[in-house]
C-alpha cells in the first residue's frame, strides 16, 4: 500500500509517526510523513521519506511563545489549540495534494491531520490516539454526579478542539464530527503500553491498543565526544529535559538558574537540555554538561533517573529505558503522565511548573535518586516493555484491517 502520515505539531508529535513509517516500510509499504518543512532533517534522518505541508515554523517555539503570554495555563491552552488549528487549515492544500495518490491515510488523532483531504478523496484511513482518556465511552453505571462532570469536561474540549476542527469542515462542505470525535470510525490505533494504559473494557472494539512506538535510531549518528567524556568522569547523571518549557525564553535564565542551584545543592551530576539562552549567562559547576537535542534511546540509559515534562514522547521513552523519572508537568495530558509515573512507582508525585520552588525541586531530585524502590520499579518496568512488540502490532492490524 502507499501510505500517507500528515501530521502538525512539535518533535514529540512527529516521532511516534517516524517509528510507524519505519515499521511499514520494513512490511513492504510505500510511506511518507509529511509535516512542517522545519521536520525534514528530523524525518530523513531516519530513512523516511518527507513531504513538507504547511508553514515552515517550528510549532514548539511558537506555542511556547503563545503560553508564554497568556495570563493562564487555560488561557495558553485554548489559544495555542487555536493556533494549531490554524496552522491546520493552511495545511490544508498541501495535505489535499499529498494525499491524492494514497491507498490508506493515518491520522493523528490530536488535531485530525488528514481526516478532511481523505473524507474528501474518499480515501480509507485510521486515526491514531496519543491520549486514550479521550476516547469516547459511555458506561451505563456512572452516576448522575459524574455524568455531569464528564459533560461539562466534554463541552469544554467541544469549545477548544471539536469547533475550530467543525468550522474548517463547514467551510470544506463537510458535515460535522460525529459521535466519534476525532477518532475514525473503522480503525483507531493506541501506541501505548497495555501496563501503563490498560485497555478498557467500555470502548468500542474499533479502539486497539498496541503497544509503544519507539524509533530505530539513525546509523550515522554518533554522540558528541565531550559528551562521552562527561559521562565517563563519574557517576550516572540525571537528564533535566522539559520539552517545550525549555524553549520558554522570557523564564530562561530563572528556570535555568532555578534547577542549576538545586542540581548543586544535591550534589548530583546532570545533564541539561534547553534554556540555551539562560544557561549561556551561568557559570556551570563540572558536574553539570548542557546540550541541545538528543536521541533519548540512546541517552537515557546512561542516566540515573530524568526530569521531564510529561509529555507523550519523554515519558515513553523515560518507561522504556527503565530509569525512574520525576515529573513537573504544565499542560494538558502532561499533568496525566506525570500522576501516572508515580502511581507506577517509577518516580516522586509530580509537581506543577507553578507551584516549583528551589526546595520543593531538591526534595523531589534527592528522592529521585535516593529511593531504590523507583529504580527496582522502573527496571522491571523497562524489561517487560522492551519485550513489547508496538510496531510490528500495529503493522499486522493494519494490513488485517486494510490489506
Known amino acids: 500500500m502507499k501510505i500517507s502520515i500528515p501530521t502538525i505539531g512539535s518533535r514529540g508529535d512527529v516521532q511516534p509517526f517516524i517509528a510507524l513509517a519505519q515499521g511499514l516500510v520494513r512490511a513492504g509499504h510505500t510511506v511518507t510523513v509529511a509535516s512542517h518543512p522545519i521536520m525534514k532533517p528530523l524525518v530523513v534522518s531516519y530513512g523516511v521519506t518527507f513531504a513538507p505541508i504547511g508553514p515552515d515554523i517550528d510549532l514548539s517555539l511558537e506555542v511556547a511563545a503563545i503560553r508564554n503570554k497568556a495570563p493562564n495555563a487555560v488561557m495558553g491552552l485554548i489559544k495555542a489549540m487555536r493556533f494549531g488549528f490554524e496552522m491546520l487549515e493552511r495545511s490544508h492544500d498541501d495535505i489535499l495534494v499529498q494525499c491524492q495518490d494514497a491507498d490508506l491515510v493515518v491520522v493523528p488523532s490530536a488535531i485530525a491531520a488528514g481526516k478532511n483531504e481523505a473524507e474528501l478523496l474518499n480515501l480509507p484511513y485510521l486515526s491514531v490516539s496519543l491520549m486514550p482518556w479521550a476516547i469516547p465511552w459511555d458506561d451505563p453505571e456512572r452516576s448522575i454526579f459524574k455524568r455531569i462532570v464528564y459533560g461539562t469536561i466534554d463541552g469544554l474540549v467541544n469549545l477548544i478542539t471539536t469547533r475550530p476542527l467543525n468550522g474548517i469542515r463547514k467551510g470544506l462542505g463537510l458535515r460535522p464530527v460525529g459521535a466519534e470525535g476525532f477518532t475514525l470510525p473503522r480503525l483507531n490505533l493506541v501506541p501505548i503500553s497495555p501496563i501503563v494504559y490498560p485497555s478498557n473494557p467500555l470502548w468500542e472494539r474499533r479502539h486497539r491498543i498496541v503497544g509503544y512506538w519507539f524509533v530505530e535510531e539513525p546509523r550515522a549518528w554518533k554522540p558528541p565526544e565531550d559528551l562521552i567524556s562527561f559521562l565517563n568522569e563519574g557517576d550516572p547523571p540525571i537528564l533535566v529535559s522539559l520539552g517545550a518549557m525549555s524553549l520558554e525564553d522570557g523564564e530562561a535564565l530563572e528556570s535555568a538558574a532555578l534547577f542549576v ?20 549567562q551561568l557559570i556551570l559547576p563540572p558536574n553539570i554538561f548542557p546540550t541541545g537535542s538528543l536521541p533519548h534511546s540512546w541517552l537515557l540509559p546512561w542516566c540515573a533517573g530524568v526530569v521531564h515534562h510529561g509529555g507523550f514522547g519523554t ?24 500522576q501516572r509515573v508515580h502511581e507506577l512507582g517509577v518516580g516522586p508525585k509530580p509537581i506543577q511548573r507553578r507551584k516549583l520552588d528551589k526546595q520543593g525541586l531538591v526534595s523531589a531530585l534527592d528522592e529521585l535518586v535516593q529511593d531504590k524502590s523507583f529504580r527496582s520499579c522502573a527496571e522491571s518496568l523497562g524489561v517487560q516493555i522492551r519485550a513489547e512488540n508496538g510496531i510490528e502490532n500495529a503493522v499486522r492490524v493494519i494490513e488485517e484491517t486494510f490489506g
Not at 550534589?267 to 549561556?280: D, L
Not at 515519558?315 to 506525570?338: E, M
Request: hydrophobic fraction near 50%; charge should be positive.
Open 315 to 338: 515519558t515513553s521513552a523515560g518507561l522504556r529505558a527503565g530509569v525512574p523519572a520525576f515529573v513537573i508537568p504544565h499542560i494538558a495530558d502532561q499533568f496525566y503522565w506525570g
Open 261 to 280: 542551584e538545586a542540581i548543586k545543592q544535591t550534589g548530583v551530576r546532570a545533564i541539561i537540555q534547553g534554556w540555551e539562552a539562560g544557561i549561556r
